[in-house]
């Protein structure tokens, strides 16, 4: 009888991730017995976190917009099921059960020491330098719409411009002002000639030996985070300054912390 394994490419590159992610998860065995230690005293889940782990991956990886779909794909896709570990004829989690132990994982940072741990493996595989790196960053879609956005000193049905249907045309709105009732982080928010949309921003600081990323973050987007010195330096032990008004000023306090640094022979400013 022919295995999962049997129908995956020797080469395909999921097969060289799924390695170094069964690493990364091995060494979480005490994190993964303490969440559920309140549930079960102290035993193993029925269904193991390192599947919803590698499922959570893969969703990242292929771009898959949501949970309902993710299952729905694991149900008839092989190469999925290979990767999270679930047999043939083995039953894919309905969507809220998937969802119930993504937010307990959330919740104990399991996604957090996973990608650290991956980070270590990385570092021990000599893929990052320690040394030279770049920080970038992104616009993030919030899932709340503009209809969600109500005066933050008045109810629904008082808002300026709006009714009890949420039409907001013609009303003016400002994160000073106006806040989502779902997603109340959530801020309105534009680049260049893109349209005001409900979204957070995405950062990343990336080795530049591989390209490899080593630290991200998501914060609200409220126009300042580019003079966050947590995001120009947002290494662990990385010194407090800021936040600055002007772009221009983080860029020069950027540069001569990054002096300090090299001079003060600090081989790998991350750990």
Known sequence: MRKLEDFVPSAHPLRSIRVMANDALAKMDRLFAGMYEADVKGGRPSIAPEKFLRAMLLQVLFSIRSERQLMEEVQYNLLLRWFIGLAMDDVVWVPTVFTKN??????????????????????????????????????????????????KDS????????????????????????????????????????????????HTLSDNRHGLIVNARVTCADG????????????????????????????????????????????????
Do not use: C
């Not at 003079?227 to 020069?252: M, Q, S, V």
């Open 102 to 151: 993504r937010e307990r994982l959330i919740k104990h940072d399991a996604v957090i020491e996973f990608f650290n741990e991956v980070v270590k493996i990385a570092g021990k595989k000599e893929l990052l330098s320690g040394e030279h790196f770049s920080v970038d960053g992104t616009l993030i879609q919030a899932w709340a719409g503009h209809k969600s956005f109500v005066r």
């Open 155 to 202: 109810d629904d049905q008082n808002n300026e411009g709006g009714n009890d249907k949420g039409d907001f045309k013609g009303s003016k709105r400002s994160n000073e002002t106006h806040q989502s009732k779902t997603d109340p982080e959530a801020r309105l928010y534009r680049k260049g000639k893109t349209a005001s949309e409900s979204r957070y921003m995405g």
């Open 224 to 271: 300042h985070a580019e003079t966050d010195n947590r995001l120009l330096f947002p290494f662990e032990g990385a010194p407090t300054i800021g936040p600055f008004a002007h772009k221009e000023e983080a860029l020069r306090a950027s540069e001569t912390l990054g002096i300090q640094i090299v001079e003060g022979d600090v081989p790998n400013p991350e750990t």
